[in-house]
């Protein structure tokens, strides 16, 4: 037997591929390893490749002067099987080779006799799209049944035996659902675990959270390679930075593993092209990437929105019969003091982000400084608390002693309350007096306890990340009538829960570059279950001349994008807010520019 001129099997961890060179062999392991731009030198006999490109560079392997003495790690070689076949299936549905479609009633015998889950008319066509997709996405908005869709799919694939066992990583607001439509949908129960430990040999189904999945990786690695299974990611969108994050790292080294994949999320591309890569990325590794590259290589995103559209499945609002949202926004002017605070920190902060643009931390606190001084200064002082979202917590601005900056924080608190929950006030005040509840949004704690306070004639319900009794202020917004108002951040309430039978109304005191966050918040009181004739009212404050006027036109750019790819009108409509007068944090390259550019305007 001649020995192995190249030996390729797992690196270090399963998102990477070790190429090693045989005795005498090193010179052309050097010659190939250009050929993979995420190609990184380990010693003089091997290279590291990152799995994806590998997978979707097999072709360079043909170079090797001996192909026949390449030796692989059995283990990389199922890997590899399996993405080659799933780049072709996947190759023939772009090219109008998918299956015909699946009538009702065979849908039914698919799904088989353990399946007791009702299915409405969109939710069949979605469970038969994926069904003839070998993985699949679901970017149908919230309310739409994705969770029961994916129920679905796994029932379809577990009677024809193509898979065993079912794994769900989502948000931990997801579980309930899930535990509910599994518990629902079957006749025969499953053996469900939540995963706080170890997964059971046993366990049919296993559900974990993202926050935990690094941690379990090693384990959840071995337990889908034991036996056939499936894993679905529910709110996919937490993976959008792929590799680059944990999060998303995690999940692509799972996704190769498992014999079917299927992504859930109503927002797949909050901030652009690269977040859609990732999410296909994972679908469809080594072919997921470059499709999407392909689809929107010339710009014109209604013709890549068609090309992609057969591997995604997506039911819009319209679909739900919902009576569009009358979103408004309502620019508040400062007061001269206010103003004077305003420009003052964006003198402090200009010169340092300017003279940084590549320092990323930085640049995310002067946002967020930004936009505790376009609501109330008073929050600049204080800084946050640890219950805000981790890229939003910063300390207090410490402003040198004797500058203009110093003394304004010092003294404007005590003369006059921020315009935003002046207005807060009087649009909670008016929809109180005629019998309507309202859901105010801010991302900071510090304002959501204000705003408690200011509003305590009404009787508001508190939800951020640290409080002790979530669930009972849930319930008393929903039934008592003298609860006027809810109070939450889009981090805290943002996923997971809905109210759009209790309220209509909501105030966003201030919103950030996350596109995805602001479209999921929307989601809890516009969604299925609405009465045909309801108004939907969403307002959203703004401080002329400011952080906020960024923020506008980045997440106009944004929701656009999202609603051209998806070819849903609705969304791109959420992004052209029209104006109305007054009644009294990850950021992409886009949002760096913008923001440096408001910094070198505001600060000339």
């Not at 994705?146 to 989502?170: I, P």
């Not at 939540?194 to 337990?223: C, F, K, M, Q």
């Not at 918040?521 to 404050?541: C, E, K």
Request: with cysteine.
């Amino acid at each position: 037997m001649k020995q192995a001129s190249l030996r390729l099997s797992f690196s270090d961890g399963p998102l990477h591929v070790r190429l090693t060179a045989g005795a005498g062999w090193e010179s052309d392991l050097r010659r190939m390893a250009p050929k993979f731009r995420s190609a990184r030198q380990i010693g003089v006999d091997a290279v590291d490749v990152e799995l994806d490109e590998l997978l979707g560079s097999l072709v360079e392997l043909a170079s090797w002067p001996d192909p026949d003495t390449v030796e692989w790690a059995p283990e990389l070689v199922a890997v590899v099987t399996s993405a080659s076949a799933d780049a072709l299936h996947a190759e023939r549905s772009l090219h109008g080779g998918a299956t015909e479609a699946i009538s009702p009633a065979d849908l039914q015998a698919m799904l088989g006799p353990n399946w007791i889950g009702p299915l409405t008319d969109f939710q069949q066509r979605d469970v038969s799209a994926l069904l003839s997709m070998r993985h699949g996405a679901n970017f149908s908005v919230p309310g739409a049944g994705k969770t029961r869709v994916g129920a679905a799919v796994f029932s379809a694939a577990k009677h024809a035996d193509e898979v065993e066992r079912l794994l769900v990583v989502g948000p931990k607001s997801s579980y309930e659902a899930w535990l509910d439509e599994l518990d629902g949908c079957f006749d025969k129960k499953f053996n469900v675990v939540v995963l706080d430990g170890h997964a059971p040999v046993s366990a049919d189904v296993v559900i974990i959270n993202y926050e935990r999945l690094v941690a379990s990786l090693p384990e959840l690695t071995r337990w889908l390679a034991a036996r056939p299974s499936m894993l679905i990611l529910d709110e996919a969108h937490r993976m959008k930075l792929g590799a680059d994050g944990a999060y998303g790292a995690a999940c692509l080294a799972l996704g190769p593993r498992a014999k079917r994949r299927l992504i859930l999320t109503g927002t797949p591309a909050p901030n652009g092209v690269r977040d859609l890569e990732n999410l296909f990325g994972f679908v469809w590794p080594g072919q997921g990437r470059q499709t999407v590259n392909r689809a929107v290589a010339d710009g014109d995103l209604r013709h890549a929105s068609t090309v992609l559209k057969p591997l995604f499945t997506r039911t819009t609002k319209k679909e739900l019969g919902l009576k569009p949202e009358q979103t408004r926004v309502r620019a508040l002017a400062l007061s001269p003091l206010h103003r004077e605070v305003y420009d003052a920190l964006v003198s402090q902060v200009s010169n340092r982000s300017v003279s940084s643009p590549d320092d990323l931390r930085s640049l995310g606190k002067a946002v967020v400084y930004l936009l505790m001084a376009a609501t109330s200064p008073a929050l600049l002082s204080v800084g946050t608390t640890r219950y805000e979202p981790l890229a939003y917590q910063v300390p207090p601005l410490l402003a040198p002693v004797g500058t203009p900056l110093f003394d304004l924080m010092r003294d404007l608190p005590l003369y006059e309350l921020s315009p935003k929950y002046q207005e807060t006030v009087a649009i909670v005040a008016e929809n109180a007096r005629a019998g309507r509840k309202t859901l105010v949004w801010s991302t900071f704690v510090r304002s959501l306890t204000t705003l408690n306070e200011l509003l305590r004639n009404y009787s508001p319900a508190l939800v951020y990340g640290g409080s002790e009794d979530r669930e009972s202020s849930i319930a008393r917004f929903r039934s008592d009538p003298e609860c006027f108002v809810l109070l939450s951040n889009p981090a805290t309430l943002g996923e997971g829960i809905s109210l759009h039978h209790e309220c209509h109304d909501a105030v966003y005191v201030d919103r950030d570059f996350a596109a995805g966050r602001f479209l999921q918040s929307l989601d809890r009181i516009h969604r299925l279950g609405l009465a045909p004739d309801t108004d939907t009212r969403i307002t959203v404050l703004t401080s002329e001349g400011t952080i906020d006027d960024v923020v506008n036109q980045r997440l106009e750019l944004k929701l656009r994008f999202m609603g051209q790819i998806l070819d849903d009108p609705a969304v791109e409509r959420l992004g052209d807010l029209s104006e109305e007068s007054a009644i009294g944090g990850s950021l992409d390259s886009g949002d760096i520019q913008s923001l440096l550019d408001h910094l070198r305007v505001s600060s000339s």
